[in-house]
């Protein structure tokens, strides 16, 4: 059964990867793009001078999307300029629209927009010399072909090794298909969103911001719990008065749907955002270079297979305790990035504000951005992890 489902898991990534393939024309020097931003914002600004607000905050949301996100700018300033930098920028696009909202003059909105411009101007010369447009050859097609398949794969590989060993070590072996049947249909949605986003609905860079931002915020509920759940299981006797409750080890159906459930959010979210990544990779590739794009994808997928068999047979070999213990932080850790980026997420697509938080870092591996709104959410996420520790062992330590 489970020889069937991994043959199935990768007929689906082989699927996933051809889903990719959609023709589409990139710009050329990050002047160029910088220029096709500029376009979107002076008609956002003609339209906000006519007094169609709607339109005017429309055009801001295509320059940031399909040209600031899509065309990668973002990234490049992320990474060869500063983080704190590009959400400055992510800031000042949101501002733009936050003056329209408030019907700020049009001298207001048109001095924040002239910002923006100089700003990217400024920083298009900066990545011109430190990270080129140009054409990669087809190595580094592979490379970055490669690169994107292990890093938007990692994390789902983490959750999936964590709770197969989970339930091997805890006496459910038998139940190890829910894992494989959630990456399954994981892998079948990522797909699904991925067509309709193309091909059907037409949905803009904003549904798409939307789309993650709730699948990371629900993902961060179902991790802290899963965490809890762990954490709460950690000392021995617990753990053996939780199995003598049990018949034949069973888990409860409810334990056994938010396992299901966090493996789903969590492969559906990646599978979703590796679709998007490798379309902009196929977009700016010559078609004589597509098999080094595939090749790859299956170089990478062939390094998630070893990264989870390491993963999941180490993590069996750990004793108890240690299994827990390292399994919880493990998935609280991961609750605790989702968080910030799931509502970073929001506040990109405008569905919540982001309100500065000037002088606080931004640090992208712990999802951590300087807003109130995120830090908020995050320091309640550390309140929460706090009370669960001292919640499962201060009491008993005072009694011994």
């Given amino acids: 059964m489970i020889v069937k489902s991994k043959i199935f898991l990768a007929a689906l990534f082989a699927l996933l990867f051809v889903t990719t393939f959609s023709p589409a024309e990139a710009a ?64 000042m696009f949101g501002e733009i629209k936050k003056l329209m909202d408030k019907g700020a003059s049009q001298q207001e909105v048109a001095e924040m927009a002239g910002l923006l411009i100089k700003d990217l101007n400024t920083y298009s010369v900066q990545l011109n010399e430190l990270a080129p447009r140009k054409e990669q050859s087809p190595f580094q097609k592979l490379l970055y072909s490669l690169l994107i398949i292990l890093r938007e794969g990692f994390e789902a590989i983490l959750i999936i090794s964590a709770i197969l060993a989970y339930l091997i070590k805890s006496g459910n072996k038998e139940k190890a298909k829910i894992v494989y049947n959630s990456t399954a249909v994981a892998i079948g949605a990522s797909i699904l969103t991925a067509f ?22 629900l993902a961060t509920a179902v991790l802290f719990f899963v965490s809890y759940w762990l954490i709460s299981k950690v000392e021995a006797k617990k753990w053996q008065k939780y199995i003598e409750g049990k018949v034949e080890n069973s888990l409860k159906t409810g334990n056994l749907w938010a396992l299901w459930f966090a493996v789903f959010l969590a492969v ?30 299956l170089i990478g997928c062939a390094g998630l297979v070893v990264m989870f068999l390491v993963i999941e047979r180490t993590s069996l070999k750990l004793p108890l305790k240690p299994f827990f213990l390292g399994t919880s932080a493990l998935l609280y850790y991961l609750a605790f990035v989702f968080a910030g980026q799931g509502v970073r997420e929001l506040q990109e697509s405008g569905v919540i504000g982001a309100t500065a938080l000037n002088g606080f870092p931004t640090i992208g591996w712990l999802g951590v951005y300087p807003t109130y709104q995120t830090v908020i959410l995050q320091a309640i996420i550390i309140a929460a992890g706090i009370f669960a520790v001292m919640y499962n062992f201060i009491p008993k330590r005072a009694k011994a």
């Avoid at 986003?197 to 860079?205: A, N, P, Q, R």
């Fill in 28 to 91: 050329g020097s990050w002047n160029d793009v910088t220029s096709e931003i500029k376009e979107y914002v002076d008609n956002g600004l003609k339209e906000y001078n006519k007094g169609n607000v709607r339109a005017a905050k429309q055009n801001i949301t295509d320059a940031y999307f399909r040209v600031f996100e899509e065309e990668e700018m973002e990234q490049a300033i992320q990474a060869n300029i500063g983080g704190q930098t590009a959400f400055k920028v992510e800031y």
């Fill in 268 to 297: 559906y979210r990646e599978g979703a955002e590796t679709v998007l990544f490798y379309q902009a990779l196929i977009a700016d590739t010559d078609p004589s270079a597509y098999g080094m794009i595939a090749l790859g994808f």
């Fill in 196 to 217: 309709l986003f193309e091909y059907v609905l037409d949905i803009s860079g904003l549904g798409q911001e939307l789309l993650e931002g709730i699948t990371m915020l």
